[in-house]
Nanobody, 132 residues
């Protein structure tokens, strides 16, 4: 059974940190580009960060650049999102998603996919709340 499970969410004060994990079972992540997305009430679904199959290319939304770091450990079949300097506007449900053999590259600061993403698999989401 293919499964994608996020963990690590919770309540944190502004300026604090959390590390989200996304663990896959039933398939290996080596051939997948992974994305982290978030959905806050009343706001649009937002792509937060992506990491290529090899891990050599990473993308960050402007809203999190310099504060969030995406990484992957293919041996552990897990992807991480380290979130530092959290702000109340980071409050959302965070989801990870995987896209089979989606190529993610970057040239001169512009990011490209080799095709339209499908995001085949999604996790169930983990709530992140930033509040004092």
């Amino acid at each position: 059974q293919l499964q994608f499970v996020e963990s690590g969410g919770g309540l944190v004060q502004p300026g604090g940190s959390l590390r989200l994990s996304c663990a896959a079972s039933g398939f290996t992540l080596d051939d997948y580009t992974i994305g982290w997305f978030r959905q806050a009430p009343g706001k649009e679904h937002e792509r937060v960060s992506c990491i290529s199959m090899s891990g050599s290319t990473t993308y960050y939304a402007d809203s999190v650049k310099g504060r969030f770091t995406i990484s992957r450990d293919n041996a552990k079949n897990t992807v991480y999102l380290q979130m530092n300097s959290l702000k109340p506007e980071d409050t959302a449900v965070y989801y990870c998603a995987a896209d089979f053999r989606l190529e993610l590259t970057s040239y001169s600061g512009i990011y490209y996919y080799n095709r339209t993403p499908k995001w085949n698999y999604w996790g169930q989401g983990t709530q992140v709340t930033v509040s004092s």
